[in-house]
């Protein structure tokens, strides 16, 4: 552990639980989170989750856009939920994403687990861009991802950032329970 993944993981915690309220302040400060994570994940030969730090900082302009700007006159976007159909394709392209970037790390890198870790990046952007987007499934997929991302930080040895995202199943759990609860669900 060191202290860059101390401050990440704090970050983390206060971006995630801010993203819960939502309160916009979740995406300037999971910005600053992300960008810390991608040297943690490169020193420990986790390519694909570097790269996706590298999207998510990104992803991060876009839902602080999202959540501020966008919608009726500027008053940003409200919690929503996906049909059947959205939620089977954009689950499938995260598949085929995680395959191909999974095949790419097992063949030109040494990455420490190319294929889970490819996994995890493909289904962590479904996850991020439902978030962008204030749909509700954004919860249960992240508390499935988030699980398995904890038995990967532990394998490598990152405890405290193991138990940040331990953390993160937690506050979404919390997370899906609010939004589910908004009242433009409920029409």
Not at 22 to 39: E, F, H, K
Not at 41 to 48: A, C, D, I, R
Not at 133 to 146: E, F, G, N, Y
Request: with cysteine; hydrophobic share 55%; glycine share 8%.
């Amino acid at each position: 552990m060191s202290g860059l993944e101390l401050f990440a993981a704090a970050l983390g915690v206060i971006a995630v639980w801010l993203t819960v309220k939502q309160n916009p302040w979740c995406w300037p400060i999971g910005l600053v989170m992300v960008l810390l994570y991608t040297w943690v994940f490169f020193e420990v030969k986790l390519y694909s989750d570097m790269l996706l730090q590298v999207i998510y900082a990104g992803l991060q302009l876009y839902g602080w856009w999202q959540w501020t700007r966008a919608g009726e006159a500027k008053q940003g976007r409200q919690v929503t939920s996906l049909g059947a159909q959205p939620i089977l394709l954009h689950l499938t392209i995260g598949a085929v994403g995680s395959l191909l970037l999974g095949a790419a790390m097992a063949h030109w890198t040494d990455a420490a687990q190319p294929w889970l870790d490819a996994a995890l990046t493909g289904f962590s952007l479904v996850a991020q861009m439902w978030m962008a987007q204030k749909r509700v499934q954004c919860w249960p997929l992240w508390i499935a991802v988030d699980v398995i991302f904890v038995g990967l930080f532990l394998y490598k040895g990152l405890y405290l950032t193991a138990a940040l995202y331990a953390l993160f199943t937690v506050i979404a759990m919390q997370g899906w329970r609010e939004w589910r609860a908004e009242p433009a669900l409920r029409t």
